[in-house]
C-alpha cells in the first residue's frame, strides 16, 4: 500500500502585513555589495574543512575575483580559524580596499577573543547574531522574546567595551552587523523589534551605517514573501538612510537564487552567498549565478568572471567539492545542446554572429549569454547522441574540422550520427564524429577507385570554349579499367570518362567547395551531389591540395555511396 504523505502536520507562514509594496514593478539595475561566506559559512558545510594554507589561497581567489567584503571566519571557534585571520592581518595579506568579517555569537567571552583575533585588521565587519524565530526561543534557549532581545543588546555592549582601549582611528574601522538568525521563520514586527533595539544601542547614522543581515536561514516560503519581509521590514525599520538590509539567503526550497533577487528589488542593498552555492544542506545562495543572471541582464556585476572555468577548478581544489553539470554557467553541461533542433538553432546563431561586431548584441538561441565572455569554449557547446538533428554533427565538422556541410547534405549526415549513436547507447564524442564522417565519404574506395589521373589543356579551335581532356586508370568492382574524355573543365572531363564503362550513369545536380587550412597546408573540399538514371541521390566528399581533384574524387565519394 502506497505510504501516505500528511500534509497537515505543516503551516505557511502568515502572509506579510504590507498593502503598498513596490518591488513587483522594480528593477535591478546595479550591483550589490557582495559579501562572500565561502571561508566561514561554505567551510563549515565541508566534509573536509579547509586548513590553514587552503584557506589563504581562497582568499586569494575572492580578492582576485573583486570581492570587497569576505567573511573569513568565527575566531573564536576553533584555533585554526583564529589562526588564519592573525595569518592574514600579520602578513599583510589584506588590502586596502577590502574589509574582513567575523562572525560572532552574542556571548562576552566569544566576543572578547573576536576581538583579540582581529587587532591590526585595516577594516573589520564585527557581525553578531541570535536566533529569534519562535522554535529557536522555545526549543533551543527556553526564552521570551523580552529575553532574546536582552542576549542581542548585551553582545553589542559587550563589544563596545572592548573597543574602549581602542583609539579613535581603531573604533572607526569596526562596523557591526547583526543577523536575527531564522528570520524568515521569525514574526516580522519581533524582527524588527529586536534590529531596532540593536541599533539604539550601537549608534548607527548615514556616516555610520548598520548592516542588517535578514537571513532566510531555512527557505521556507516563495520568493515573494522573502521580498514582502525585505519591504516591510525596510518601510519600517527607524532611520532607513543608516541601515544596510543585508540578504543570507538558504536553498532549502530550491529558490535560493530567486529570493536573493526578488530581495534586491524589495530594497536589499548587499548580498551574502558562497561560490556555486556551497554551504549546509542544500547550500547558501550561489553568488556566481545572481552575478551573471546581472550580467546577461546588461548590468555590470563588479565581479570578474571572465575566466570561470579556472575559478571553478580551484573552488573545486580547495573544496573537494563538485559543480553539478546542470549548474548554471559553470556546469559542464551549461553550453551543451543534445537536441536536434536547438543545435541547429545554435549553429545559425553563431554563423549570423560571424558576420556582426564583436559588441553587437546577444541573441544567439537557447544561449543567455556568450560563453566565450566567461572563459567557456565553442567548441564543446553542441554534443551529439541518438536525439540530436542534422545541425548537431555539421556544427561540430565545421568548428571543431574545419568542413563547411552545404545544408542539403546535413541531412545524410545526421542520419548516419544518430544510427552509430543509438547503437553504441551513448553521446558521440567529436573525434568520433569526424571519424564516421570520413570513413564514410573520405576514404571510401569501392567499387570505384582511382589509380593513376592525367588531365591536359586542350586546343580550342573554333570552339570559345576551353576544352580538358583526362585520362585515368581506374578501378570498378575489382576490374582494372583506361578510361579517357573531354569535357569544359577536369570534372566534366572526367565524368564523361566514366561514361565509357560499366558505372552507373549520372548527373551532377549540386557542387559546393571551398578551401580549409593556411599556407602550404591549404586544401581544397568539395562536396558533389549525384542523381542516377533512377532517380537515387548521393552526395561525395572529397579532399585534396589540387582544387580540380577534390572534384574529381567528390564524384568519385557519390558514386560509391549509390552502393
Known sequence: MKAHMNAKKYRPIPAIPITNRTWPANTITKAPVWCSVDLRDGNQALIDPMGIETKLAFFDLLVKIGFKEIEVGFPSASDTEYEFIRRLIEEKRIPDDVTIQVLCQAREKLVRKTMESIKGAPSVIFHIYNSTSPAQRKYTFNKSKEDIVKIAI??????KDCMKDLSEEDRAKIRLEYSPESFSMTEIDYAIEICAAVGREWGYSKERPIIFNLPTTVECATPNVYADQIEYFAQQIPNREGVIISTHCHNDRGSGVASCELGLLAGADRVEGCLFGNGERTGNLDIVTVALNMFSQGVDPELDLSNLPDIA??????????????????????????SGGHQDAIAKGFAARAKMEPDAVWDVPYLLIDPHD?????EGIIRINSQSGKGGASFILEHN?????????QPAIGELIKAASDKAQRELQPEEIVTLFRKQWIECKAPLSIVDLAQTHLESGASSEEQVGVRAVINWNGARLSVGGKGNGPLDGFVNALEETDVPKFNITAFH?????????TSAVAYVQIRAHDGIERWGVGVSSNVG???IEAVVSAVNQLQ
Do not use: F, W
Not at 548585551?154 to 563589544?159: K, P
Not at 581544489?317 to 554557467?329: A, C, F, Q
Not at 574540422?401 to 547534405?409: L, T
Not at 567547395?513 to 602550404?520: A, K, N, P, R
Open 154 to 159: 548585551d553582545g553589542v555592549r559587550c563589544i
Open 313 to 338: 577548478d580551484s573552488y573545486m581544489e580547495y573544496t573537494k567539492m563538485d559543480i553539478p553539470p546542470r549548474t548554471p554557467y559553470a556546469g559542464g553541461l551549461a553550453y551543451t545542446a543534445l
Open 374 to 378: 566567461i572563459g567557456r569554449q565553442y
Open 401 to 409: 574540422y574545419g568542413y563547411a556541410i552545404p545544408k542539403a547534405m
Open 513 to 521: 567547395e571551398h578551401s580549409m587550412g593556411t599556407g602550404s597546408n
Open 549 to 551: 581533384r577534390a572534384g
